[in-house]
């Protein structure tokens, strides 16, 4: 059998079919995940979905080698927030209230935004602020820490900031009492905050050079706790640059989606 094999290798076309399917074997399921998503999904941008529950572990030990925290306390946090019924029951109703929510699908899932909450959780910052809004679902989720926080006596308010005027139909209800969208230009909004950051979430214009701006722009903000998250490092390293030039420690958790077609995103964690 392993003659034939190795005589077949040999032939070089049916060693090159070979090898092309070995490598299709890789993708030829997202095809069939793309089509499924087609037809069953409303979502055209920033797309949502639920992660792996290997990825939730690597999640919580990345999250506890950052903070500190023990690991069964952060994966906690995680599992806390993805039974949270009253926030999918707030987030389902804003959907279908909205006209926006034509393009969001009603089964909502939160990805890698478990490690955002799960950070707020475990540092009990007094000030959050994520640039870049868009439906709301961070912002939510997001407050929805801080009123956890706020229940164990710790409070902490959130700043969201978005250039789309019709940004965060999702942020509304009880969740306003803990936080509040500024609306423009992000660098205008965080040129102006004057507050100390304990967390900085960067999620606003994509480019490589304007996320370095904004974490230029936070720099005078920043204390010795200050945890920076970068929402598009698995695209582009200005949050490793930037931790390079000011001694800052730099790791990168990689988000994998369950039964998504999409790569995964990640998370860029900048701390001292
Ligand atoms: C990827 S979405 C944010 C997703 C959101 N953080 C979440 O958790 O779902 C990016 C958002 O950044 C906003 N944006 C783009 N350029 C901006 C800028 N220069 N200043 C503020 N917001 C901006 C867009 O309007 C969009 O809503």
Redesign the pocket.
Known sequence: MRTILRFLKRIWFLNFVRRLYTASKYYNKKYIQIIKWGFTSRED??Y?YDIKDENKNYLAQTISVVTGKDFNEVYGYLKEILEDDSLVAHVQECIKNSKQGKFADKNVKFGR?IG?YAFVRALKPKIVV??????????V?LCSALNKNKQEGFEGYYY?????PE?GYIFSGEYTQFGEILY??????LSNLNKSIDIF?N????SAD?EYQEYQTITPLLNQNSIILG?NSHKFDPLSRYSIENNRKFLFFKEKPLNHWYPGGGIGISYL
């Open positions: 941008t920033n949502t935004r955002w994520e640039t870049g809004v868009d439906k709301g679902l961070g912002s989720i969201g900031t978005d250039i789309n940004a423009g230009d992000s660098i205008e909004s979430i999620d606003s214009d994509h304007y929402d």
